[in-house]
Structure formats: structure tokens, C-alpha cells
């Protein structure tokens, strides 16, 4: 039984700060894992990623305001245009060479075509997939704490045990004691019972540092104090065979291609004309008028056009390019629902076998005790030897244990199950 534990025990691992909380007089394994998912560093994460997609979405909403932009430039030029043209009384003026501009641009969009509708789509999604992602792996946190959680069950269970263990070895050794005053029993006899006795003691010992070690794990997944914190022992629950599964791995795989749908929007909003109004305002040399040789203010305003076709030589390939993607996420998806099935199966037989052992426990300990206690008379009337007698108690002691150890793994295996199926 404490070599099972031990086994159980090199497979949990957990290190992470610890707080004390006062008060707390009981803990259901719900409660354990709420507050384990609420320590957990890794829920920080959320926090990060809304804040990530609220400045991001602002800055995509900033596109719709003006655009101003400001352009100074100072140009000499080689040559300059000339008018082969000599009139009579007529001064043609010349251009200068030097020429000076500063001016300023605002551009109001008009319609963009849907790129920033189909970008704020993309962040959207894509902050769903990475929020789902943190989802996914604080699950994991749920069977870890099912096994601490059931751990420490079987080792406050199995103490109980030992107490009623060392209890009827207490009542041996005062019988012991009583045949060797009488000279019916000798003192190798007491001296059997009390080693019998001090294995009890280390198995006590033994079985309460693993208890600590447990705690103290599950103190550091709850970032609380649980030495003095009594666990309760979780009711039977009502489990069918599950069909469904509803693990956050399902909605992770939606969320993905969820964002694959987001960006096909994005190549066909690339592809659509944009249309806006603006305004320029500046002052150089020369102003509208390219004739004259004064430095004079000007202004323009209008409608402007824009369509990029040079996006629809890979449009295409990057449609096939996403399709290709959700293929391989719904192969992903299948394959983890096959698997997911397959231990969904194992599981529900294991729960099957557990409520089968159950069903005997009751009646293989009510006989090792009638068969204890005939052993206790056999030894006071001297056909029974103490080490026979000890023999009785440890395996009235032993199907105790295993009806303990048959308990909590169902609810532990029940448990397992639920989790697996993601209920």
C-alpha cells in the first residue's frame, strides 16, 4: 500500500509560491481546483492578451481618422521648360531653375475596402486562439489536483486504519501479557505482538511524511496554507457513459479555424479598391501658377482612387494556403477525439472494476474478523499459536485498507473520467 503511494507521489510535480489564508476549516476538491486555477502564474496570461487586443484594436480603429502628412522639398533643375514661341510685344517669362515647396496633405478615408474590418477580425480571432490556448493548459492543472487531492484521502483513511490496527494488537499484547503471568504463554509471545506493534509505528510514520509531502504540494498549486486544513471527502457522483467530449481542446481547434475564415476575409479585402478625399495646402515657389517666379500660397483638394492589382497574383494561393491549414487542423481535431475516446473506454472500465471490487469488500472483512476473533479465542485456550493470531488481525487489517484503497480510487477514477470527457 505505501510503495502504491510512493509511486503516486514521484508522479506529481508542482513548484510554484505558496500563501497562507487563514480560516479555513474544510476544502472540497472543487474548491481545490479554483483556487489552484486562480494561483496558477499562467492565468495572468489572460490580463496580457485583452489589454494585447484592446491597443490593438484602437490603432486599427485610428486608420478611419484624417491622415496629415507634411512635405517640404527644395529642387534645382538643370533645365527648365522653354516656349519656342517670339512674339512681338510680348515677354514670355521664363522659368526659374530654383524651385521651393512646403505643403501640407490630409487624407480622409472613404472606404477602405474592409481591411480594417477584416483586421480587427484577425485580431479578434487570433486573441480567442491564444486566450483558448492558456484555457487548455490550465486543465491540465484539474488531474493534478485529483491526485494530490484522492492522495492524501487514502493516506488519512489508511491512518484511521492503523489505529484500529494498533488497537487490536494492544488487546493481544494485554492477552499475551495475561497467558505468560499465567504460564500458558511465553514471553517470545509478547515479544512478537510488541514488534508487531513498532511496524505499526513506522508504517504511521511513513505514511504521515507522505501525507506532508502532499500537502505541501497541494499548498504550493493553492497558494495556501493546508497543514491544518481537513479535505472533505468528495460524494458519489452520477456518471453515465460520456459520448461528448467537451474537453477546451475542442473549442480550441474551432477558434482556430475561426481565424483561417478571418484572414480569407483579409486577402479579399487586400484585393478591393479604397477610396478617399483630400486636401493640400502650402506655400513655394512657384505656386499653381508653374509661370510665375513669386513664392505664392496654394491650395487642392479631391477624390482619390486606389486598387492595387498586384495582390491577385497570390490571391489564390493563399486561399488554397488556408484551406490547407483547416485540413490539417480538423485531421488534428479527429485524431485528438479518437484518442480521447480510446481513454474514455479504458477509463470507464476501470471505473466498472472498481465498483465490482467494492461489492465484496464488506463481506471478505466481516469474515477475517469472525476468523480474528475465533483466532483470539483459539490462543486464550491454547491451540493457537501468536503468530497465527497476528496473521488474522494484519489480514483483517489488510481488507480493511483495501476497501479504503477500492474507495477512494473509484471516486478518484470517476473523477478521472470526468475530466477526460471534459465535464
Not at 524651385?99 to 480622409?108: H, M
Not at 517666379?293 to 493563399?318: H, P, Q
Not at 480538423?330 to 480521447?340: A, G, L
Not at 483470539?376 to 481488507?399: C, F, H, P, Q
Request: hydrophobic share 40%; glycine share 6%.
Amino acid at each position: 500500500m505505501i510503495c502504491r503511494i510512493s509511486v503516486l507521489l514521484a508522479l506529481l510535480i508542482a513548484a510554484q509560491p505558496c500563501f497562507a489564508l487563514q480560516g479555513l476549516q474544510g476544502l472540497t476538491i472543487e474548491e481545490c481546483q479554483q483556487k489552484a486555477r486562480d494561483n496558477y502564474p499562467l492565468i495572468l496570461q489572460h490580463g496580457y492578451i485583452n489589454l494585447s487586443e484592446q491597443y490593438t484594436i484602437s490603432n486599427i480603429g485610428k486608420l478611419w481618422l484624417p491622415q496629415i502628412t507634411f512635405q517640404a522639398q527644395a529642387v534645382y533643375q538643370s533645365d527648365v521648360v522653354h516656349f519656342p514661341l517670339s512674339l512681338p510685344g510680348v515677354n514670355i517669362p521664363t522659368i526659374d531653375k530654383d524651385q521651393y515647396r512646403a505643403a501640407v496633405d490630409v487624407s480622409q478615408t472613404v472606404w477602405d475596402g474592409g481591411v480594417a474590418r477584416s483586421q480587427r477580425k484577425i485580431v479578434e480571432a487570433g486573441n480567442d486562439v491564444d486566450r483558448q490556448n492558456v484555457e487548455v493548459n490550465l486543465y491540465t492543472l484539474r488531474e493534478r489536483i485529483n491526485q494530490l487531492f484522492f492522495g492524501i484521502l487514502t493516506i488519512d483513511e489508511q491512518l484511521k486504519q492503523l489505529d484500529i490496527l494498533e488497537k487490536d494488537l494492544q488487546a493481544s499484547l494485554k492477552l499475551a501479557g495475561a497467558l505468560l503471568q499465567n504460564g500458558t504463554a511465553m514471553q517470545s509471545d509478547v515479544d512478537a505482538v510488541q514488534v508487531e506493534i513498532l511496524n505499526t509505528g513506522q508504517q504511521r510514520i511513513e505514511l504521515t511524511s507522505f501525507r506532508k509531502a502532499y500537502t505541501a504540494m497541494l499548498s504550493i498549486m493553492t497558494g495556501e496554507t493546508l497543514d491544518d486544513v481537513q479535505l472533505i471527502k468528495p460524494e458519489e457522483l452520477a456518471v453515465s457513459r460520456q459520448t461528448d467530449i467537451m474537453r477546451p481542446e475542442m473549442q480550441l481547434f474551432s477558434r482556430q479555424n475561426d481565424l483561417f475564415d478571418a484572414q480569407s476575409g483579409s486577402i479579399r479585402a487586400r484585393n478591393m479598391p479604397r477610396l478617399s478625399l483630400f486636401v493640400q495646402g502650402g506655400y513655394g515657389k512657384p505656386g499653381l501658377n508653374i509661370l510665375s517666379s513669386d513664392f505664392e500660397f496654394f491650395a487642392t483638394g479631391g477624390v482619390r482612387l486606389n486598387w492595387n492589382f498586384g495582390n491577385l497574383y497570390s490571391s489564390k494561393n493563399e486561399r488554397s494556403l488556408l484551406a490547407n491549414n483547416k485540413n490539417m487542423v480538423n485531421v488534428q481535431r479527429e485524431t485528438f477525439v479518437f484518442n480521447t475516446s480510446l481513454q474514455l473506454t479504458q477509463a470507464w472500465n476501470e471505473i466498472q472494476k472498481a465498483r465490482e471490487l467494492m461489492q465484496s469488500d464488506d463481506e471478505i472483512i466481516n469474515l477475517r474478523h469472525r476468523v480474528k476473533t475465533a483466532g483470539e479465542s483459539k490462543y486464550a485456550n491454547g491451540v493457537y499459536t501468536v503468530n497465527d493470531l497476528v496473521k488474522d488481525i494484519n489480514a483483517e487489517s489488510r481488507s480493511r485498507q483495501a476497501k479504503i484503497l477500492h474507495e477512494v480510487q473509484y471516486l478518484m477514477r470517476i473523477y478521472h473520467y470526468m475530466v477526460i470527457a471534459g465535464k
